[in-house]
């Protein structure tokens, strides 16, 4: 039986991989901005895991709300084994162009909320020796690109803040993990027609999540040949990606 | 839960939408803009075009997939209207729990269960679907939630239990689960060598078992029309099973093959290799290859090529049964158009009193053929002519070209159906019976 943290429980891909924990014997504690929708997927998991489900919901934009909500989840819990941070926003690359008050707005919530709450988390682990702690990053955050560098800007931030937390933690008994999904059809991505063979259901990355655990992975690409891809738009030579429409 | 363009799982007739809507949670329904028309889909297993609107919205209700609440004391489960017949066997069957009533594939959605009323093997001893549906909701255009019970709201009961989505939008359901005491089953086959000998056979099994199905080789003509294999199986008792077999990793049909791998030659092997294979009298099985024997062979609808293919299930008085049904094989047989999955069963008399509900007493028979264009029509046509002078009904859920004639001749509660259509739903097959 395993304690699980959540922060941002009613987005697909966590919903998703909270379903495969608890199949597996799994104990909850879920945070999240929709009240219903978390009082929804609580009761839902209740009956998967047929333990008690505790969720609060809350704006996680408010960062000196963290620690209090990092001591709740531990309370409730006795001790979190495992903590998924999967909460952010997909802004509109557009708008923020022209607002520098949406484009701090999109980097507050997207990296420094996460960066706070995986800062607390690690420091909590170290103290107690064990723990894994799994962020939702994206390929997004891999390269710069006209499309949405302010999204990968902030999911590129949270993976180098991750690489560095990993190095720090390494051989104290704490597993820190990125996950770098490619496209995934969820809510998040509605506005986007979804065909072709590089969408992915949610499921399919959660599955890969629970793996990425029992494995010990440290960053992961889904599905796995996003890996593939990013290494080679990583290997654009600059002065010829600043031309292309991606 | 993908959001390209779904289908049905005959493959047929095309269909384009104009607009998809995925549900996310059962709180909010979002309308397409006017005048456009709208219809739940659920997981797209109905064979024909009941779950297509041509040129309307789509309602996708995968995205309604939560549990809301369970006691493993009585067996009462309530679950929104999207989740799956697997999910909920992945819960309940550890917990001592199972179906009351279950279809042949266990991918289908509770509300998509409602809307066809679908029945199982076990209909000549529990009814359909919708006989174990305590409750549900209906979420209506206008907005109005009508909380739906065989007492409360009984009317709209009637209408929404095999109302083919047309009567508003599923949220949830809450069904009656039977117990079990292990997830295997008591299996029993027997093969029969004419139809004469399945009737004799059926009546003693049903008395047996309370599940009961039999495969017909269609392709067998004159004194072997109707040969088949019998197949009978209960729920273990306490203490009889095995060990848990290992798990089946399901194979997946690739791609669809220009054209249907099912044709004539493969029928009549197929079938004459299945009729004479050697199969334990009786024997313990897992519940899954029992009941759902096809959902580990995923996209199997694909090896029926591009046109795709039609299901043709009818239901047969049992007064006229006899005679109809050697008049359909032998048309069949002698149009060289065969089937693979041909299944014949006995309806019993409970039904659930859905206004258009398909299971009535008497024999059903359901059977497959690929899209062969005009031969096919014709073909189907000719066994619509036998069940209508038999008096009988064909299953709106596997149909996609009955006629409106022959829809309002088997279902003649229609229009007291239609009068609790919801003014913003429609659906490709309902435009089609009412002729516009």
């Given at each position: 039986m395993r304690n699980i943290l959540i922060i941002g429980a009613t987005s697909a891909i966590a919903e998703a991989t909270a379903r495969r924990f608890a199949a597996g014997g799994a104990r909850f504690h879920l945070v999240g901005r929709n009240a219903e929708r978390l009082a929804a997927i609580a009761r839902d998991l209740e009956i998967r895991s047929g333990q008690p489900v505790v969720s609060e919901s809350l704006d996680l934009d408010h960062l000196e709300q963290h620690p209090a909500l990092l001591e709740r989840a531990e309370q409730a819990l006795g001790g979190i084994d495992v903590a998924l941070i999967a909460h952010g926003t997909l802004p509109d690359q557009n708008a923020c162009q022209q607002s520098v008050e949406k484009t701090l707005a999109a980097i507050h919530t997207n990296a420094l909320s996460v960066?706070?709450?995986?800062?607390?988390?690690?420091?909590?682990?170290?103290?107690?020796g064990r723990g894994t702690l799994i962020v939702i990053g994206s390929v997004a955050g891999d390269r710069g690109r006209q499309s949405n560098y302010v999204y990968g800007a902030a999911k590129g931030m949270v993976g180098l803040f991750l690489q560095g937390l990993r190095n720090r933690l390494s051989g104290k008994g704490v597993q820190v993990i990125t996950i770098k999904p490619g496209f995934v059809d969820t809510p998040m991505t509605a506005a986007f027609e979804k065909k072709g063979l590089l969408w992915a259901q949610p499921d399919r990355i959660a599955q890969g999540i629970v793996a990425a655990v029992e494995r010990g992975r440290d960053e992961v690409y889904l599905p796995w040949f996003w890996r593939w891809i990013m290494r080679v738009i990583l290997h654009i030579p600059e002065r010829l990606f600043k031309r292309l429409k991606l | 839960m993908?959001?390209?363009?779904?289908?049905?799982?005959?493959?047929?007739?095309?269909?384009r939408p104009r607009q998809i809507l995925p549900c996310r949670d059962i709180q909010t329904l979002a309308l397409p803009a006017e005048p456009q028309s709208c219809l739940p889909f659920g997981n797209g297993r109905s064979y024909g075009d009941v779950c297509l609107n041509d040129g309307g919205a789509l309602l996708l209700t995968r995205g309604l997939d939560r549990f809301i609440a369970f006691d493993p004391a009585t067996g009462i489960l309530r679950a929104e209207a999207g989740v799956l017949l697997a999910d909920i066997l992945a819960l309940i069957v550890p917990r001592g729990w199972f179906l009351s009533v279950t279809p042949g594939t266990q991918f289908v959605t509770l509300g998509g269960a409602i809307a066809n009323d679908v029945h199982g093997k076990n209909h000549h001893l529990a009814g359909s679907f919708g006989c174990h549906t305590r409750a549900f909701e209906l979420l209506r255009s206008d907005g109005e939630r009508l909380t739906c019970t065989p007492e409360r709201n009984a009317d709209w009961f009637r209408a929404t239990v095999g109302g083919l989505g047309l009567t508003g939008l599923i949220t949830w359901v809450e069904i009656q689960l039977q117990r079990i005491a292990n997830p295997w089953i008591v299996a029993e086959n027997r093969r029969f060598a004419n139809l004469d000998q399945f009737l004799a056979l059926n009546a003693d099994y049903e008395a047996r078992y309370p599940y009961t199905v039999s495969w017909i080789d269609c392709a067998a003509r004159g004194r072997a029309l109707g040969r088949g294999i019998y197949m009978a199986g209960m729920h273990a008792p306490p203490g009889l099973m095995k060990p848990p077999p290992p798990e089946r990793r399901a194979l997946t049909v690739p791609f669809v093959?220009?054209?249907?791998?099912?044709?004539?030659?493969?029928?009549r092997w197929f079938n004459r290799l299945y009729y004479h294979l050697p199969r334990p009298a009786r024997g313990l099985t897992p519940y899954q290859p029992f009941f759902y024997?096809?959902?580990n062979l995923l996209e199997w609808n694909r090896l029926y090529g591009r046109r795709g293919f039609f299901q043709y299930q009818c239901v047969i008085p049992p007064a006229a049964a006899r005679e109809a049904l050697r008049e359909m094989l032998a048309r069949i047989a002698a149009s060289g158009q065969g089937s693979m999955l041909a299944v014949l069963k006995r309806f019993g008399d409970q039904t659930s009193g859905g206004l258009l509900s398909f299971p009535r007493p008497g024999f059903t028979l359901a059977l497959d053929f690929p899209n062969l264009g005009a031969r096919t029509f014709a073909l189907l046509e000719s066994l619509d002519e036998v069940t209508r002078q038999a008096g009988g009904a064909v299953y709106p859920a596997k149909d996609a070209r009955m006629s409106g004639d022959s829809f309002r001749r088997y279902f003649p509660r229609w229009a007291e159906f239609s009068r609790f259509i919801d003014p913003r739903f429609s659906s490709s097959f309902w435009r089609r019976v009412m002729g516009n």
């Amino acid at each position: 039986m395993r304690n699980i943290l959540i922060i941002g429980a009613t987005s697909a891909i966590a919903e998703a991989t909270a379903r495969r924990f608890a199949a597996g014997g799994a104990r909850f504690h879920l945070v999240g901005r929709n009240a219903e929708r978390l009082a929804a997927i609580a009761r839902d998991l209740e009956i998967r895991s047929g333990q008690p489900v505790v969720s609060e919901s809350l704006d996680l934009d408010h960062l000196e709300q963290h620690p209090a909500l990092l001591e709740r989840a531990e309370q409730a819990l006795g001790g979190i084994d495992v903590a998924l941070i999967a909460h952010g926003t997909l802004p509109d690359q557009n708008a923020c162009q022209q607002s520098v008050e949406k484009t701090l707005a999109a980097i507050h919530t997207n990296a420094l909320s996460v960066i706070s709450l995986a800062t607390l988390l690690a420091n909590a682990f170290e103290r107690r020796g064990r723990g894994t702690l799994i962020v939702i990053g994206s390929v997004a955050g891999d390269r710069g690109r006209q499309s949405n560098y302010v999204y990968g800007a902030a999911k590129g931030m949270v993976g180098l803040f991750l690489q560095g937390l990993r190095n720090r933690l390494s051989g104290k008994g704490v597993q820190v993990i990125t996950i770098k999904p490619g496209f995934v059809d969820t809510p998040m991505t509605a506005a986007f027609e979804k065909k072709g063979l590089l969408w992915a259901q949610p499921d399919r990355i959660a599955q890969g999540i629970v793996a990425a655990v029992e494995r010990g992975r440290d960053e992961v690409y889904l599905p796995w040949f996003w890996r593939w891809i990013m290494r080679v738009i990583l290997h654009i030579p600059e002065r010829l990606f600043k031309r292309l429409k991606l | 839960m993908s959001t390209t363009a779904p289908g049905s799982w005959g493959r047929y007739p095309p269909s384009r939408p104009r607009q998809i809507l995925p549900c996310r949670d059962i709180q909010t329904l979002a309308l397409p803009a006017e005048p456009q028309s709208c219809l739940p889909f659920g997981n797209g297993r109905s064979y024909g075009d009941v779950c297509l609107n041509d040129g309307g919205a789509l309602l996708l209700t995968r995205g309604l997939d939560r549990f809301i609440a369970f006691d493993p004391a009585t067996g009462i489960l309530r679950a929104e209207a999207g989740v799956l017949l697997a999910d909920i066997l992945a819960l309940i069957v550890p917990r001592g729990w199972f179906l009351s009533v279950t279809p042949g594939t266990q991918f289908v959605t509770l509300g998509g269960a409602i809307a066809n009323d679908v029945h199982g093997k076990n209909h000549h001893l529990a009814g359909s679907f919708g006989c174990h549906t305590r409750a549900f909701e209906l979420l209506r255009s206008d907005g109005e939630r009508l909380t739906c019970t065989p007492e409360r709201n009984a009317d709209w009961f009637r209408a929404t239990v095999g109302g083919l989505g047309l009567t508003g939008l599923i949220t949830w359901v809450e069904i009656q689960l039977q117990r079990i005491a292990n997830p295997w089953i008591v299996a029993e086959n027997r093969r029969f060598a004419n139809l004469d000998q399945f009737l004799a056979l059926n009546a003693d099994y049903e008395a047996r078992y309370p599940y009961t199905v039999s495969w017909i080789d269609c392709a067998a003509r004159g004194r072997a029309l109707g040969r088949g294999i019998y197949m009978a199986g209960m729920h273990a008792p306490p203490g009889l099973m095995k060990p848990p077999p290992p798990e089946r990793r399901a194979l997946t049909v690739p791609f669809v093959p220009p054209v249907s791998l099912v044709n004539n030659l493969s029928v009549r092997w197929f079938n004459r290799l299945y009729y004479h294979l050697p199969r334990p009298a009786r024997g313990l099985t897992p519940y899954q290859p029992f009941f759902y024997p096809l959902d580990n062979l995923l996209e199997w609808n694909r090896l029926y090529g591009r046109r795709g293919f039609f299901q043709y299930q009818c239901v047969i008085p049992p007064a006229a049964a006899r005679e109809a049904l050697r008049e359909m094989l032998a048309r069949i047989a002698a149009s060289g158009q065969g089937s693979m999955l041909a299944v014949l069963k006995r309806f019993g008399d409970q039904t659930s009193g859905g206004l258009l509900s398909f299971p009535r007493p008497g024999f059903t028979l359901a059977l497959d053929f690929p899209n062969l264009g005009a031969r096919t029509f014709a073909l189907l046509e000719s066994l619509d002519e036998v069940t209508r002078q038999a008096g009988g009904a064909v299953y709106p859920a596997k149909d996609a070209r009955m006629s409106g004639d022959s829809f309002r001749r088997y279902f003649p509660r229609w229009a007291e159906f239609s009068r609790f259509i919801d003014p913003r739903f429609s659906s490709s097959f309902w435009r089609r019976v009412m002729g516009n």
